[in-house]
Every structure is written in C-alpha cells, then in structure tokens.
C-alpha cells in the first residue's frame, strides 16, 4: 500500500487552505470565516447557490462549508453540482437540521462531512483537517505511478510533485506555511 506524504500529525492548511463557506446567515458566515483566519486558513463567503457556485468556479477553494438551507436553492443541489463540477474538492455540510433523512441525503448527493450547530471551534477545526486528508488520500493513494506528475517549488526551496487534478489549486507549504498556487502547465 502506497503511504501518504501527509500523515496525521500534519495540519489540514497544509492540504487546504481556501475554504468556501455557503451561508445566508452573515453572522454564522462571519463567525466561521474569522475563526479560520485565526488558524491560517483562507475564507470566502457565499450567501446562496449562485455565489457559492461562481465561486467554487472561479476562485477554486481546496474545501467547502455548506448550510443546507440557503435561499434560492438547497444546499443538497449545490452539493450534487459541486460534486459533478470537481469531486475531489470535500465539500461539508454545516447546519441546525439534526436529522438522519437530512445525513442520508447529503451522502447522497456527495458530502463528505455533516457538522450539526450550534458549531463546536475545535470540532470544524478538526473535522476540516481529517476530512482534507481523508479526501486527498481517496484520490491520490493507490495512484499508478506513471500517471503525470506536476513538479514545482516553493521559495523556500521545498519541492512539491501533485497530481493533475490540483492545477491551479491553492496549498500550503508545510516548511515555511507559504500559500502556493499549484501551476497549470506540466
């Protein structure tokens, strides 16, 4: 089995460092988004499905927060089309709804994580970091070696060789925590 160049003790920065969040709720939104700051985390915020999608689009995020309830349409469809957009980004629901239909569905359309609120510090933080790699290691574990590689380097000298679906991807150096964007060309 192949072994992970990120192992438990690595932080989730490390394998995501943009986070879209999807509430209407700006308080909730706010709060998130200043706790992620806090730890080094980027945050965007979204306050229903078409910004959320826009942004997932365009400003690519590494993990995505999500409410279910949000104007317009369903949490769940923005999931389910996050999901066909690019599945190897973790997307997580975060919501008030406590029902094990509500779970049901959201594994259906694709979650990879349901956080009930009121909303734990420590649990988001945690449950970010183990969903991040959880998900990285789903899609490049067990890669076969001689698929593609992109080769690039941080200005601190650390190398770096991901996969072609992190074109354009934002991640952390874990040397000297430097955001990198992973280049889109071989």
């Not at 779970?103 to 359309?109: G, H, S």
């Not at 510090?121 to 574990?141: C, K, M, Y």
């Not at 067990?142 to 698929?147: H, L, V």
């Amino acid at each position: 089995m192949a072994t992970s160049q990120f192992n438990s003790s690595t932080s989730g920065a490390t394998i995501a460092h943009r986070i879209l969040i999807v509430d209407d709720d700006p308080d909730t939104a706010n709060s998130i988004k200043t706790l992620l700051h806090k730890h080094g985390y980027e945050g965007i915020v979204a306050k229903d499905g078409g910004q959320a999608h826009s942004s997932f689009v365009m400003r690519k995020p590494d993990f995505v927060l999500l409410d279910i309830i949000l104007p317009g349409e369903s949490g769940f469809e923005v999931c389910e089309r996050m999901k066909q957009t690019d599945e190897t980004i973790p997307v997580v629901f975060v919501t008030a709804i406590d029902m094990e239909d509500a779970r049901n569905l959201a594994t259906r359309v694709g979650a990879d994580g349901y956080i009930t609120k009121p909303i734990r510090d420590e649990e988001l933080l945690s449950q970010i970091t183990e969903i991040s790699l959880r998900v990285w290691e789903r899609f490049h574990l067990d890669q076969p070696k001689e698929e593609h590689r992109i080769r690039f380097s941080c200005r601190c000298g650390k190398r770096f060789k991901v996969s072609p679906v992190h074109k354009g991807r934002t991640l952390t150096c874990p040397d000297c925590g430097e955001p990198l964007i992973v280049p889109r060309h071989d």
